[in-house]
């Protein structure tokens, strides 16, 4: 699996947008972008993934560049509950037995 | 609710005896996993099952074991050879290996 950067730590305000970005520049044809982040003391939380396409659900959007090397997950109006830490993984669906949690972003959101 | 039940939330071990961690999911799941969390790391495969009664070993098996004698149950059990138990154990399930992964709240063992 591709390896990912991530920044260690970013600060949002709540009600505003939380971008949180990942660089994946290693990343090949066959392989996913998924997004999962872990509240503490809690096990980590499926967000959203995407191959090429930009996705959206009811959690986030996730915008993916046209190279795919990297990509940002969008939190459109981020509340004090998504205070956690998010991490960019990069996959290949089929043979993933594992996930690999890289270090992650610690995202703060302040009142 | 659909999703992914784990108890105890937190397990206490004494020196030398097993303890074995519940996981269950009614999502009609066809693969599950185990992973060990320890203080500010990721996440380390123990087990995995494609299927029930088929499981293969993760990355640190070693004294560890499960079972999967039902498709929405996979316990693992932390025997008296794992001689560093102390972690956050979380499970974890996909309708087909492969596929993404939910995760349980986790149970959190510690050793007394």
């Known amino acids: 699996d591709a390896k990912t950067t991530q920044p260690p730590s970013m600060d949002c305000a709540e009600g505003r947008a939380a971008n949180l970005p990942c660089n994946h520049s290693?990343?090949?044809?066959?392989?996913?972008v998924y997004w999962y982040r872990q509240i503490h003391s809690q096990g980590p939380q499926y967000i959203i993934h995407g191959l090429k396409n930009n996705e959206t659900n009811e959690m986030a959007s996730l915008i993916i560049t046209e190279d795919r090397k990297s990509s940002t997950l969008i939190l459109p109006h981020a509340t004090l509950r998504d205070t956690a830490v998010y991490y960019c993984?990069?996959?290949?669906?089929?043979?993933?037995?594992?996930?690999?949690f890289g270090g992650g972003t610690r995202v703060l959101v302040k009142p | 609710d659909g999703g992914i039940t784990q108890s105890p939330k937190y397990l206490f071990r004494k020196e030398g005896q097993n303890v074995t961690l519940s996981c269950e999911q009614n999502?009609?799941?066809?693969?599950m996993y185990w992973y060990r969390q320890d203080p500010g790391q990721g996440l380390r495969l123990i087990y995995y099952?494609?299927?029930?009664?088929?499981?293969q070993k993760g990355d640190i098996a070693e004294g560890y074991s499960v079972s999967r004698e039902k498709k929405e149950s996979f316990p693992l059990t932390v025997t008296s050879a794992q001689k560093n138990p102390t972690a956050f154990y979380l499970c974890a399930s996909s309708i087909v290996q492969g596929e993404t992964q939910y995760f349980g709240p986790g149970t959190r063992l510690l050793v007394l």
């Open positions: 993984i990069v996959r290949i669906k089929a043979a993933g037995n594992k996930l690999t």
């Open positions: 099952s494609q299927i029930v009664n088929d499981f």
């Open positions: 999502l009609n799941h066809d693969a």
């Open positions: 290693t990343i090949s044809g066959n392989e996913y």
